[in-house]
């Protein structure tokens, strides 16, 4: 019989959602995940696999645990305020062009999104949120 998980799966899926977002997939490596989320190397690989193993996890985790719950609610001032869309756009930049299975769930997501606000209402939303990430007052040139 194997040594009982020394960490709590569920949380620590939870983080990796937070580090996603706030520095994407590549922004990140295993080391920066290891510290981040408080689990040892080896235990991270046990559970997930890989680091793209945790970052799909993670993102079916946000779809599903934090996009969907908003979207289904209709809650709109939630998705206008804050980060709630962070991980998806990421996602949608950064992986969904290589990558055919975050692809997938991405474009499930985004059709959610538009049924839920509608095509423009929804492009629009993720566009104010994209440029929201970049602090245009910090830069200089």
């Known amino acids: 019989m194997g040594r009982p998980r020394g960490f709590d799966e569920k949380a620590v899926t939870r983080a990796a959602v937070r580090l996603f977002a706030a520095r994407a997939y590549a922004g ?57 869309l962070d991980l998806l756009l990421l996602a949608a930049v950064e992986q969904a062009p290589g990558d055919p299975e975050v692809a997938a769930l991405l474009n499930g997501a985004l059709a959610r999104l538009d049924a839920a606000l509608g095509q423009e209402r929804a492009t629009g939303l993720l566009g104010r949120r994209l440029r929201a990430r970049i602090d245009v007052s910090d830069n200089k040139g």
Do not use: C, M, Q
């Open 28 to 84: 990140l490596s295993v080391d920066d995940l290891v510290n981040g989320l408080g689990v040892h190397r080896n235990s991270l690989y046990k559970t997930f696999g890989s680091k793209r193993g945790l970052y799909l996890t993670a993102l079916r985790w946000y779809l599903a645990h934090e996009l969907e719950p908003l979207l289904a609610a209709g809650d709109i001032e939630a998705l206008l305020d804050g980060a709630a």
